[in-house]
């Protein structure tokens, strides 16, 4: 049964469907371009575009997995986004404690909605949606309206400047090894603990296709003056996102709630806390994307963010995420930010009229997830 | 042309190889009343989806007849097109929509295009309630504006819109009063009287008596016997109903019983959605060290809320007072429970019970991850030392400890479930329903682990509705019936029936001791 085969490996590694998905669309682009797509200059803003949607995807795939939603994490964005801008712009606070600030303010503002979902027991649905128009409200509010700028130019450089190319090759170099070290201490303890392994020949084609990828990021952005800051930052969070989902007891504990509340309450574990902290998350994460919207584009716009939320969302959807909790993996969001974030890129390319460009994103959405359904990996329960 | 209205034959219902229903036969005259009892677990859900519909025709053996004709019905809508209609133990109406609407729900009674003929379905529904002596009922209003007895009324009403020539109650009485429950045994002897047939399934063996012409007991569904209700008496049904000896099935050990470890008083919890009926009423017991203590009694008879308030799991109010090795403990969630060291195995395994997509080794140290961890970061090596020593230890049947735990049988699923709870070294186990849905091996294996753990002196708690078990396992018995302590045996020559005779005994009896 050779599709079948086909199918289990598709099962099994989604993450190879969804970097086969963007290879199509990415050679689509290129073609109809003619050959403006797949440049130095053009991904370096691609992966740009695609930080903040990513750190908002980050952040959402945990309350995703938790079984949870946030919708007013566009406003959060534009909120905190408008309050950096603030600080810095009006009230003459350097950037870095503006910065840390925020940072705090964010942490705040998730763990706000987390209490009022978990302690006062509101749907989070309607707390996100609730939070999307009170928030967008405050933004309008404090900013009287009005785009706040200049932003001061350290605070733009986070947003608009790029890893020096000799610092970006030792970075690309640092994190393969990294990956190599990992897989190797994994092989040896998996096979003291008598484990199943991975064969050996999908571990090392594993790493040359990494060592590969890498290789090539890291060339192809130092064409066009090294990785920028903002997709370095994104690119540590993944780091810290999948460290903590796969590797401590709260990462743990984020999918048991989200797989089933009920067992997990009565295993002992503080499910309210749990998804209080992941809200809290979320804000933090806000903030991040608040701080480098502004800083990319040098003000802080009262509608910055707008749409965030559905980015984001569809992101972790495309991603493989479940839509009813319990699995999910940040990576396949950041790939599902990147499928997101090149459909952008491409259609502004060939300047496909704006209009089309949400009914396409809206099709493509759609389409992902009900290839995830027929794939069965959703199927459970 | 027989004189049954209704006849079942030899009804044989398989499920992968176990056969729930092996031969079973039910006849039913019209007007008649026919009382159908058994255990828990007897098979009388599983009869009554037979008839129903439930299972089409073809997925089981035998033969139905309904007025001499044969019955073969795909689906629900078959059965109740030819008049069979069954009214289930959790009322299926929709607490939102008006009485009315409820009452033709799925069959209302429309002018042109879909547009519903309110004024004739209201006409109608006021006749038919008169019919069952319902006067001051407003069929415009929300369901939710009455209380339990009158629902289940409702529920009859709709049965009767339906034309129902044979009904069919599942424990119609369970969430009634007792003048509730007089008033519809009062109407089921009307219908009877208008030429209506009724199934009347009970564990309350005087209801039966009162309204039932005639009794079939059925047991490990096997059709035991079938007799006129006037040569039969209460204890030669209950005697039907358990009617075997308990086969050695349980590797009982004897063990050393201890002090008193743990005491429950005043346990009391009200229902979540009606606040005035206490599901729990009052009830205190103790247990000692070393001692596995049965809690006997019948399905919703409050067992199981009874442990979860004890394990600060209730859903709803509840109140108790509780005592740990002499020290007063105060619990309001299943976190400070484990923190004091009890521990409870829930009853639904799938919904409390484990978590699906994680893998086994995950499901086993769910209460206990903060163990393998430093600061915060979880040690793998050591988790999974811990998880396969537990494996082999209590013979999971599993390829890898990573695969998802959805994937095993019931019987190792429930293993890991219990292993994750005994990893906290409890004081205290709570064991809800241990065995249910579970093989008869991994059934040895639990009790083994049983008996292992009280030798070294863990205070046990078993709810069953396994009676077998009970008799076979506790040291010690307490009966619950209506949320009220009914008896507390000691385990000396204890009979079923004497357990299920304080069981269904009438409350005015009181509580039966045995010392």
Not at chain 1, 2 to 12: A, C, N
Request: hydrophobic residues 45%.
């Amino acid at each position: 049964m050779q599709s079948q085969q086909i199918q289990q490996l598709f099962v099994r590694y989604k993450i190879l469907a969804l970097l086969i998905a963007v290879a199509i669309i990415w050679v689509f682009f290129h073609i109809k371009t003619d050959a403006a797509f797949v440049t130095p200059g053009n991904l370096s803003n691609l992966f740009r575009q695609m930080a903040i949607t990513g750190m908002l995807a980050c952040g959402m795939v945990f309350v995703i997995i938790a079984g949870e939603i946030d919708l007013s994490i566009g406003s959060q964005l534009g909120l905190l986004g408008g309050v950096v801008a603030i600080l810095t712009v009006n009230q003459g606070w350097g950037t870095w404690p503006a910065i840390g600030a925020v940072l705090v303010l964010g942490l705040l503002i998730g763990a706000l909605n987390g209490y009022i979902v978990t302690k006062l027991r509101v749907p989070s649905f309607i707390v996100g949606l609730g939070g999307m128009l009170a928030f967008r409200g405050i933004v309008l509010y404090i900013t009287g309206s009005s785009t706040i700028a200049p932003a001061p130019d350290n605070l733009i450089t986070i947003g608009q400047g790029f890893v020096p190319p000799g610092v970006s090759v030792w970075i690309g170099g640092l994190i393969f090894l990294a990956m190599v070290a990992l897989t190797a201490r994994r092989r040896v303890r998996r096979g003291k603990l008598g484990l199943t392994q991975a064969a050996l020949w999908i571990d090392i084609l594993k790493m040359v296709a990494i060592g590969a990828f890498i290789f090539g990021f890291v060339r192809m952005l130092n064409d066009a003056n090294g990785i920028p800051i903002p997709v370095m930052i994104l690119l540590g969070l993944l780091a810290v996102f999948t460290y903590v989902s796969t590797q401590t007891v709260f990462g743990r504990h984020i999918y048991a709630v989200g797989g089933n509340m009920e067992a997990t309450r009565l295993s002992g574990v503080n499910v309210a806390r749990v998804k209080l902290v992941v809200f809290a998350i979320m804000g933090l994460m806000c903030a991040f994307a608040g701080i480098i919207t502004v800083a990319r584009t040098g003000s802080g716009s009262p509608s910055a963010g707008t749409g965030g939320e559905l980015d984001a969302i569809s992101a972790c959807f495309i991603g493989g995420t479940s839509m009813r909790g319990g699995s999910g993996t940040v990576y396949g969001a950041l790939i599902g930010a990147l499928v997101m974030a090149s459909l952008d890129n491409g259609m502004q390319l060939m300047d496909v009229d704006n209009s089309w460009q949400m009914i396409i994103k809206g099709v493509i959405l759609v389409l992902a997830v009900w290839v995830d359904v027929l794939s069965g990996s959703n199927r459970n329960g | 042309m027989s004189e049954y209205l209704f006849e079942m034959r030899q009804i044989v219902k398989e499920f992968s190889g176990v056969r729930a229903l092996n031969g079973i036969d039910l006849a039913v005259r019209p007007g008649e009343c026919v009382g159908l009892c058994g255990e828990n677990g007897a098979g009388k859900s599983t009869l009554m989806k037979v008839l129903s519909g439930v299972y089409p025709y073809g997925t089981w053996e035998g033969e139905i007849l309904f007025d001499g004709k044969p019955l073969r019905a795909h689906s629900v809508r078959d059965s109740e097109d030819a008049g069979i209609v069954i009214i289930h133990q959790e009322l299926m109406l929709v607490p939102q929509l008006s009485v009315a609407e409820n009452i033709f729900l799925g069959n209302e009674i429309r002018k042109y295009g879909g547009v519903m003929d309110y004024d004739a379905m209201y006409a109608k529904a006021e006749a038919l309630l008169t019919r069952l002596k319902l006067k001051d009922v407003n069929v415009a209003a929300p369901v939710m504006n009455y209380g339990g007895g009158y629902q289940q009324l409702f529920e009859i009403a709709k049965a009767l819109a339906k034309n129902a020539r044979l009904l069919i109650l599942d424990e119609p009485s369970s969430s009634l009063t007792s003048s509730e429950t007089d008033t519809l045994l009062s109407i089921i002897e009307d219908l009877k009287h208008e030429g209506v047939a009724c199934v009347y399934i009970s564990h309350k063996l005087e209801e039966v008596a009162r309204v039932c012409d005639t009794v079939t007991v059925i047991r490990d569904g096997k059709h035991i016997v079938t007799k006129p209700m006037s040569e039969m008496t209460t204890h030669s049904i209950i005697t039907a109903m358990v009617g075997r000896d308990i086969e050695n099935l349980f590797p009982k050990v004897d063990h050393d019983i201890g002090e008193v470890i743990f005491e429950a008083k005043h346990v009391t919890c009200w229902d979540v959605a009606n606040p005035n009926r206490k599901r729990v009423d009052d009830i205190s017991f103790e247990v000692r060290r070393g001692e596995i203590l049965g809690i006997a009694g019948l399905v919703g008879a409050g067992r199981t809320e009874l442990v979860s308030a004890i394990f600060g799991a209730y859903p709803g109010r509840y109140e108790a007072e509780l005592v740990l090795e002499g020290k007063p403990i105060k619990i309001r969630s299943p976190e400070q429970a484990i923190k004091a060291g009890l521990s409870l195995v829930p009853e639904d395994r799938k919904r409390q019970g484990i978590v699906p997509l994680l893998g086994v080794g995950d499901n086993i140290t769910l209460a206990t991850l903060s163990h393998y961890a430093h600061a915060g970061q979880i040690d793998r090596q050591a988790e999974l030392q811990v998880v396969e020593a537990e494996i082999k230890r209590l013979r999971v049947k599993t390829a890898s400890p990573e695969l998802a735990i959805m994937g095993l049988s019931g019987g190792n699923q429930q293993k890991a479930v219990l292993t994750k709870m005994l990893l906290p070294g409890p004081k205290v186990l709570i064991l809800d329903e241990p065995t249910r849905g579970v093989d008869v091996g991994s059934k040895y294996d639990i009790y083994k682990l049983m008996f292992e753990l009280a030798g070294k002196g863990v205070a046990i708690i078993m709810v069953s509705s396994e009676m077998p078990e009970v008799l076979g396992v506790s040291d010690r018995v307490l009966v619950v019936g209506e949320g009220k302590l009914r008896g507390d045996f000691k385990n000396a020559g204890l009979t079923q029936e004497q357990v299920l005779a304080a069981a269904i005994s009438h409350a005015a009896e009181g509580p039966a001791h045995a010392a």
